[in-house]
């Protein structure tokens, strides 16, 4: 019986040494993983931030998540292993998150500046999920029925994949949107003349102008590959045309920025350029915006009078409050949880906060007309009607066939007719 009872204390010390010897390498594993992420998010924010800013432009968004990942560190030795699965399975997230820039440079122009550091940040995704799933097992309990076992399971599997659907993508999805955008310039086949903007933050945008042949002009934001053929178009029929890539994106300095927060202050400085342009009219500027360019041009012109008419072709939702607007029933709860967290997350890396739900900003554009172009069920986020209704006079609805933003391309003709008799009436 000594015997018997020596033997258990020998094993049960084994069975602890062992446990704490795999905690120990767990750790460590943890430790360099949130290692390469910090290196990455250091890099991006402080050590090579985009042209035009400068560390201090990134205190929130770049000491936010050090600190995050620093207190994930001195804490995970201390947690109980679901805990430390979930805090793994985190960092994993945002090491995909951080490794995406890189992922994305390296077949759009190639890596340079702080996309090394990423990959470095991507590799350690695989590792800290492995740690992740890992911890789950171990944290398994053994000594549980199969009828309850079994069950507890999925049901946890479950919830689990809910909360990672409902948080993480759109955590991703905003992180993503302010460190990626298109880097590419095409051609216009219309003279024109290089155009170089700056924002009242500092920010240089580079784009071309089109002079104007009948003293008005138009900015059709935002970028410039998705409006060529709508400045084709004005060209035609004499209107000056502005197009110019948005900040972080092509040549323009910044951050990126997928929501368009900050768009306002870029189209401030189109209306600028063109308000100094001696070919145009100041009182006969308009402005042509697509998707997130039609709203931050419908909160534009509710901030400053010099937008004389708007073309929002796509509006929808920007922000959390816009979005909820939209759901109805339970899905007003799902929304404030999936795009809040998407919010959070926008305002960490933007370092700002969210603008005016556009509902209450819409009535103020009025007496000035505005149209509202949108592709009803086919529309990504309905808001355009809504909108419309929320807007003085005067103003002007279209339904369009085809998707978000197709008019152009579906009925071209009819496009053509309804946009410059608008511009032409608004602009006189």
């Known amino acids: 019986m000594f015997s018997g009872r020596c033997t258990d204390v020998r094993n049960r010390a084994r069975i602890e040494d062992r446990r704490v010897r795999n905690n120990a390498r767990y750790n460590y594993l943890y430790f360099a993983g949130a290692a390469l992420v910090g290196l990455h998010i250091a890099d991006d924010a402080f050590i090579q931030p985009q042209p035009g800013t400068g560390a201090g432009d990134h205190l929130v968004s ?12 001195w804490a995970y030795p201390r947690m109980r292993g679901g805990a430390r699965a979930v805090v793994a399975l985190a960092s994993a997230v945002l090491a995909v998150a951080s490794g995406a820039e890189a992922i994305y440079y390296s077949g759009h122009g190639g890596l340079q500046g702080d996309d090394y550091t990423g990959l470095l940040a991507l590799a350690a995704a695989p590792p800290l999920v492995g740690l992740g799933i890992s911890e789950l097992w171990r944290s398994r309990r053994l000594d549980e029925r ?74 059709v934001f935002p970028g410039r590959k998705g409006p060529l053929g709508r400045a084709r178009m004005l060209a035609r029929h004499g209107y000056g045309v502005l197009l110019y890539h948005r900040r972080g994106e092509g040549q323009s300095q910044g951050d990126p920025d997928s929501f368009g927060w900050d768009f306002n202050g870029d189209i401030r400085a189109g209306i600028d350029f063109l308000r100094h342009r001696p070919d145009v009219d100041p009182a006969r500027i308009a402005g042509i915006g697509l998707s997130v360019g039609g709203e931050m041009m419908l909160q534009t012109a509710s901030e400053t009078t010099d937008l004389a008419a708007v073309v929002a072709e796509g509006a929808g939702a ?13 899905d007003k709860v799902l929304a404030a949880i999936s795009y809040g967290a998407r919010d959070l997350t926008e305002i960490v890396v933007q370092g700002r906060m969210p603008p005016t739900n556009l509902k209450r900003l819409v009535p103020r554009i009025a007496p000035r007309p ?56 608004a602009l006189r």
């Not at 770049?62 to 560190?73: N, Q, R, T």
């Not at 946890?156 to 298109?182: D, E, N, Q």
């Not at 005067?394 to 608008?422: C, D, L, M, N």
């Open 62 to 73: 770049g000491l936010v998540p050090l600190v995050l990942l620093a207190l994930a560190a």
């Open 370 to 425: 505005v149209l509202f172009l949108h592709a009803g069920n086919k529309e990504v986020g309905q808001l355009g009607p809504e909108y419309y209704r929320a807007a003085g006079e005067s103003k002007q609805i279209w339904q369009h066939e085809g998707g978000h933003t197709q008019g152009f391309a579906t009925q071209p003709r009819e496009y053509e007719r309804r946009v410059v008799g608008f511009l032409d009436k």
């Open 146 to 219: 199969h009828l309850r076992r079994y069950p507890r399971r999925l049901i946890k599997t479950v919830v689990i994949t809910f909360g990672v659907s409902l948080v993480a993508l759109p955590f991703l999805i905003a992180y993503v949107g302010g460190h990626v955008a298109r880097g590419e310039v095409p051609m216009l086949d219309v003279p024109h003349q290089d155009a170089v903007l700056h924002t009242d933050d500092g920010l240089e945008l580079r784009g071309w102008y089109v002079p104007s042949r009948n003293g008005a002009a138009v900015i």
């Open 318 to 330: 920007r922000t959390a409050s816009e979005e909820i607007d939209d759901a109805s029933g339970p």
